[in-house]
């Protein structure tokens, strides 16, 4: 069944609007289930390389579909935004998706311990199961940008899953403040590596968000080795479920574990990758940075990959107007526009010479950057070998 919005907007008066992905919606459901077509195909064929087929649809078919299908710029009217973010039904579809992160991972581990794989076989399982568990990063992410808490528990149990309970404070208190700045390790830098990004990204992230939670606590006159302790609530829920893993299944989930933990982590890795590279925000004459605007964030609108990622690609919107819950985010003229969407992107940027020569080229056509390296932020190791591969002669005195 379809449902209509009604709503009068002061300028063009009567406005009826249906969300023609309503159902669609639901890929971001059960996509977290994809290791289990590993698993099926494996059962029917005895062919362990077949485990590997999550993966082959990911970054094999999602891409292609992307490039197939197209973007999708419609935007919801904003007469009826608060009509459409009120509707539970999209509420309930990223509270589903929670067990669902649950289920993966046990049904993996159990896979991988009571049938007889080979050792490579193991690994590869806990390979799709960290890219499946690397999607729940992206359901706390959705939950835990909302203020109540119901969502609030819901993200620190989503995130206990892949061992990564310090993200919601990171993100929401850390990453949002300072994104597309040199002081946010989670914003990556022109001529910066994934892999160099990452050995910033990762300790970095557990850092920034201890001390934030350590400083609300004792705002509070509490510990932060106390039960209060947002972080510590997710990762004990961590240790039930993956100690309960190695104590039922064996020590085969040791190294089970750890590749998908790792993997998982990765994922958001990339994410924070690809979403903000050389963006920079404009220093304001007393000091502090311009507040985050659309065109901070790499945003695409393919249509396919977004529906699995409940709108993670529409980042710009997110940045600007963090509140906004997936259904009603939007597209805007003139942003930064990724070529792919991020089953796509990802790939890519595990290859950084590639990666340099199809984004770079973007980043500096970007109307707000018009090949000025002053407006990028840059990895400070690779700004002479940028400056003289892409830098204006005017620009020597500045890039002190």
């Known amino acids: 069944m379809s449902v209509t919005y009604e709503a009068i907007d002061p300028v063009h008066g009567a406005v009826r609007f249906r969300d023609r992905k309503r159902w669609a919606w639901a890929l971001s459901v059960v996509y977290p289930l994809m290791p289990f077509v590993g698993i099926a195909a494996h059962a029917l064929t005895g062919d362990q390389i077949l485990l590997a087929l999550p993966l082959v649809i990911s970054y094999g078919l999602m891409p292609l579909l992307d490039a197939l299908i197209g973007e999708d710029e419609n935007n919801p009217p904003e007469a009826v935004v608060p009509q459409l973010e009120e509707d539970r039904y999209y509420r309930w579809l990223t509270w589903a998706t929670v067990p669902l992160h649950f289920v993966a991972l046990i049904g993996c581990a159990w896979w991988a311990a009571t049938q007889p794989l080979a050792w490579w076989a193991v690994l590869l399982l806990a390979y799709v199961a960290g890219t499946g568990s690397g999607l729940g990063l992206n359901t706390g992410h959705e939950l835990g940008h909302k203020h109540n808490p119901v969502e609030q528990w819901l993200a620190r149990l989503v995130l206990a899953v892949p061992a990564y309970g310090h993200f919601t404070v990171e993100h929401g208190r850390g990453h949002h403040r300072f994104v597309s700045t040199p002081e946010d390790h989670a914003s990556a830098r022109m001529g910066e590596s994934i892999y160099r990004f990452a050995l910033r990204e990762l300790p970095g992230g557990i850092r920034r968000a201890w001390q934030l939670e350590s400083d609300r606590l004792r705002e509070l006159g509490r510990s932060p080795w106390s039960v209060h302790n947002t972080m510590l609530q997710s990762y004990a ?156 002669p005017s620009q020597a005195a500045g890039a002190g």
């Open 237 to 392: 829920v961590t240790a039930l479920l993956q100690l309960g893993l190695v104590a039922v299944f064996g020590w085969v989930m040791l190294p089970f574990l750890a590749v998908h933990n790792m993997v998982a982590w990765w994922q958001l890795t990339s994410a924070n990758y690809v979403e903000h590279y050389g963006l920079l925000r404009a220093r304001l004459p007393d000091g502090r940075y311009e507040r985050p605007q659309p065109h901070h964030s790499w945003n695409t609108n393919h249509l396919v990959s977004n529906l699995a990622t409940f709108h993670l690609q529409r980042h710009s919107d997110h940045h600007a107007h963090p509140l906004r819950r997936y259904q009603s985010l939007r597209h805007f003229e003139q942003l930064p526009q990724l070529p792919s969407g991020y089953f796509g992107m990802f790939p890519l940027a595990y290859v950084p010479w590639l990666w340099f020569r199809v984004m770079d080229p973007r980043l500096l056509a970007l109307p707000h950057v018009q090949g000025d390296l002053a407006r990028v932020n840059i990895d400070p190791r690779s700004r002479e070998v940028l400056q003289q591969r892409h830098g204006r």
